[in-house]
């Protein structure tokens, strides 16, 4: 059995591992705020549509 094929040394390095900046992190994080945001609104919207749609009807 011979397990030190399946081990690989880099994976204990902590200089191979690189961080997203701090920037970065905070303008993903406000993307990912307007698409929910983008998508509660347009939910919102085609409810509001639908139910003026039926109550409208002949």
């Known amino acids: 059995m011979?397990?030190?094929?399946?081990?690989?040394?880099?994976?204990l390095d902590g200089r191979q591992?690189?961080?997203?900046?701090?920037?970065a992190q905070?303008?993903?994080g406000l993307l990912t705020a307007?698409?929910?945001?983008?998508l509660l609104l347009a939910i919102?919207?085609?409810g509001w549509a639908i139910l003026y749609?039926?109550?409208?009807?002949?």
């Open 17 to 23: 591992r690189r961080r997203m900046p701090v920037v």
């Open 44 to 46: 919102t919207a085609a």
């Open 53 to 58: 749609l039926i109550h409208t009807a002949p």
């Open 34 to 38: 307007l698409v929910m945001v983008l």
């Open 26 to 28: 905070i303008v993903s």
């Open 2 to 11: 011979n397990d030190r094929r399946c081990f690989d040394p880099r994976s």
